[in-house]
């Protein structure tokens, strides 16, 4: 930026002072031709010099001849052999004597092809004859320029240290441990703002690692205790198979077989919640899909409903019948005499899905836990026979990956499921 603006400075102030002394002998060419059209100027006569900054005055006629001239003409040729016409009686130009270089203007005296061409000049300024302003220009360019290097890498180098700390900090980052965090600079500018958008990535990468060692621990349990109870029941028919009832046997191992499936079946589910694959979104009617659930269902514990019309979402079917299964099903587990749902609206902009029982209603600090995987509560894990322990957790993934959510609300002599999702 700074070496186009120095060459434009450069030809603006040549432009500006080339025409600053055309003006002034223009305007002595002009003056001397009016005194010669008047008759005040007598031929042969020393021309006086009305701008001391423009001396040299010369009338020429029209074959060459010198008709008069200023006293710092005198001596010299004819300055320049260039004659304005009829019709452009102004020429501005420059031109070089054998001493110097000049520049001048020639006026004619008037438009008859005899009219003498008056010229009135003046020596070049030595700023447009050297290049004393482009070497001055140039260098004061020069040193703008190296200075603003220095201030730039000055500056940058002290912006983009907290950067490099982070760079540093983050190659010490390693699955192994994820609870490092990077050095934090203060203030709101962007070095700041990336400081905290990668401590907080940091954090969640660890909650998220956290999790998954987690549910590694809680499924591979899962999985080892049906596993190991089909191996005990295995062994000991091929140790003893005189005592082994072959029924009893069989039933055993389906029931296991079963378990292992369901809960495998679950976690390919929980992988797949939320993915774009082989998901189609559609327009469900919630109360619609209450009344085919229950349809199709043979509960032990009568069901009560309450619909409204038209509570309509988007999302996935099969998905939406999941949660609304597993929560049927965790109901039915722990009602004494009765299971409700409803499907109401809350404003405009939410469609809710309640599913309550009038079991043991779930203690306050327990109502994030139980969505967890692999989660039961102690007084559940008895009457849990067959579950999985990943239904809530499946209801809380899809209502997640459906943009609402799902809690545990009061609920007079009993427990209270909530899901609440985007109306259309």
Known sequence: MLIPAAVGGVIV??????????????????RIAYEMRGGALPMGASIPVPNPSVPLIQVVGPNGQILASSDAARNLPPLSDLRPTAEN????????LPTECIHLTAVRVSIFADSPVVYA????????????????????VGILIALASWATWLV????????????????????????????????QD????????????LARLERSAEQQRQFASDASHELRTPIAGLRAQLE??????????IEALVESSLRDTDRLEAIITDLLLLARIGSRVDVVKERVDLAELVRQELAVRCDKVPVHVDLAKGVVVEGVRLQLARVLTNLLDNAQRHAEHRVRVQVSKEGNATAVLAVENDGMEIAEGDRQRIFERFTRLDAARSRDAGGTGLGLAIARDVAMAHRGQITVEDCKGGARFVVRLPAV
Do not use: K, W
Request: aromatic share 4%; proline share 5%.
């Open 121 to 140: 000049g003046r020596s070049t300024p030595d700023l447009l004859t050297s290049r004393t302003l482009e070497v001055v220009v140039f260098t004061q």
């Open 156 to 187: 940058t180098g002290r912006a983009l240290r907290p950067v490099a700390t982070m760079r540093a900090e983050l190659d010490a980052v390693h699955a192994g441990d994820l609870s490092r965090r990077v050095t934090q600079p203060p203030g």
């Open 89 to 96: 009686r102004l020429i501005n130009m420059t031109n070089c």
């Open 190 to 201: 962007e070095v700041a703002l990336l400081a905290r958008s990668v401590n907080g990535t």
């Open 236 to 245: 000991s028919a091929q140790l003893y198979p005189e005592d082994t009832d």
């Open 13 to 30: 102030t040549r432009s500006l002072m080339s025409a600053s002394v055309f003006r002034d002998t223009r305007d002595t060419a002009e």
